[in-house]
């Protein structure tokens, strides 16, 4: 198991699939204290189960990021079983896309309530301890739909643009902490499986020919955590090549 300068106590939402899982495997076997959460905890349970077969210090606990007292209760549980919370990578997040013109409403509110909320709470459940501690770091995952528009992303876009000026403006406030905002582009992942719009649904098909394994996100969440503490990545953009 490759060795890291410091093993850190590290949250992560949104663990369960995708990027969340792939960067809980990467982040537990380079020796860091892992808790991830997620509501689907029979998926937390069989990730926790393959990683602690391997001897990776791994704990889990079932959350929902759109409720502020599971998210705390999240970071509580952490601070109680380790004392401290070094990393907290805000991860979780939906996708369901759909022309403006559609008007679902339902699916906006859901958007703004894990993409927005389920960031804003996670930065409230450990900001408190880490200004004890002196020293902390936040993750938080936006998308390249965080730096630009496209069609029937409108509000999945303006969910992104928002972890974006959040993050920024953590880091400007808090000058001992450091602050990463990640900007995935296309991944493989369960995203697209939220759109419910047919339009949105045939145009992610094509969009999706051409993209990343959620291990290249999950090696840049990785390199962040492991630079030296007076070295803050504040942003980092992975995207897709065309593979020769």
């Not at 759109?66 to 970071?75: E, L």
């Not at 394994?213 to 990545?233: F, G, L, M, R």
Request: with cysteine.
């Amino acid at each position: 198991m490759p060795e890291v300068i410091q093993s850190k106590v590290i949250l992560i939402t949104g663990a369960s699939s995708g990027i969340g899982e792939s960067t809980v495997k990467t982040l537990a076997r380079q020796g860091h204290i892992i808790l991830m959460g997620a509501r689907r905890i029979e998926k937390l349970k069989a990730l926790a189960d393959e990683l602690s077969s391997e001897g990776l210090k791994v704990n889990y606990r079932q959350l929902d990021v759109t409720q502020k007292y599971s998210v705390q209760q999240f970071a509580d549980f952490a601070a109680q079983q380790y004392g401290r919370i070094d990393v907290m990578i805000n991860n979780a997040g939906i996708m369901p896309l759909s022309p403006m013109s559609s008007l679902k409403v339902e699916e906006w509110d859901a958007m703004i309530d894990v993409n927005i909320r389920g960031v804003l709470h996670g930065v409230a459940a450990v900001l408190p301890l880490m200004q004890r501690q002196g020293n902390g770091q936040i993750i938080n995952l936006s998308s390249i739909g965080g730096l630009y528009v496209v069609p029937t992303a409108a509000v999945y876009c303006a969910t992104k643009y928002a972890v974006r000026a959040i993050s920024d403006g953590l880091r400007q406030e808090h000058k001992e902490l450091r602050v990463t905002c990640v900007y995935p582009g296309v991944v493989e992942s369960e995203l697209a499986n939220t759109i419910t719009d047919p339009i949105a649904a045939e145009a992610m098909e094509s969009y999706r020919q051409i993209a990343l394994k959620p291990e290249a996100i999950a090696n840049a969440i990785a390199h962040v955590i492991n630079q030296p503490y007076d070295v803050d990545t504040s942003e980092i953009v992975v995207r897709p090549t065309i593979a020769v």
